[in-house]
């Protein structure tokens, strides 16, 4: 069963190395917290490296940039290899940008001869340039499938953020992979000031202007904030998790099912999830093993938008597999 909070025990334990903060809200409420129920999706951080330098990127990549290390394919092996053992279903792969990584296509082809990958991608000139290397993974019998960020359905808002023409070259990479075969989905920013149908429409617009089909999948994102950001929101409780969510709710929670390998200081970690690896609290073991055994706090304010608005980074729980 989740759990809505942490054993008596299991809070005990985790004080021996984490700050009330883990556990207890400013006015002292039990947090909310999740319990992993299986490890069906791995993500690995291919480092924060990126070749743009987007002023909202919810990493902070940027050209150089080394907060979160290049991942090598010495260091990826023996969680793949884990991984297995542990009876994952997929492996997913985000940055920075995944293909400034040059270990990218190596660790891709290793993975791939065990379960399908997801790789998010800028799909820009370091994908680009590797795509004649992308052609040989084709031949594994699991899927390579690729997301590519598109902010919005429009390309002067998107090149605000991102760079002149970085819109047409997305779109350009986008449209190579769908040539080669590979099953592609777009992420997105969330709109407020427009209704989900109507950003819809006006991709299907942009995609068959492209000569791609128009009902591609979309990944909607909330506002997730750079890292270490200071956002207020409210706290999650252990309360709030058992009022508002269910069992099979709370098992939606990518910290639920899947788990996140970073690499930095020269060693790699086990994050609790994509959507933070700013936080040391959420480095929870170096083996997968050990990592699936924390509860997971919800004290991080990203943990609201999972809370609320279902913010997830997985396509496993989507049906899009
Ligand atoms: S951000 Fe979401 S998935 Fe990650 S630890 Fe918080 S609740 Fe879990």
Known sequence: MLLAMGTRLELEADRTIRSNDWWLTPSGEPRGAIRAHALDELWFHTGTAC??????CLEGSKPGDNRLQLLRFDDAMPYIDEALRLGVKRFSFTGGEPFVNKDIIRILDYALRHRSCLVLTNATEPLIKRLQQLKPLRDHSSELHFRISLDYADPVRHDAARGAGMFARALEGLRALHEMGFHVSVAHQKLSDMAQDAVAARFAEIFRSAGLPEQLTLIEFPELHPPHADVAVPQITGRCMADFHSEE??????????????????????????????????????????????????????????????????????GVD
Not at 277 to 304: F, G, N, W
């Open 249 to 318: 709710t709370r098992r939606s929670f990518m910290c639920s099912f899947s788990r996140m390998v970073v690499k930095s200081n020269g060693c790699t970690y086990v994050y609790a999830c994509t959507l933070v690896d700013d936080d040391p609290d959420y480095i929870l073991a170096q083996t997968l093993t050990e990592a699936l055994q924390a509860p997971v706090s919800m004290k991080h304010h990203r943990c609201y938008s999972c809370f609320k608005y279902g913010a997830s980074c997985s396509e496993v729980k989507r």
């Open 51 to 56: 070749n743009l330098a987007c002023p909202f």
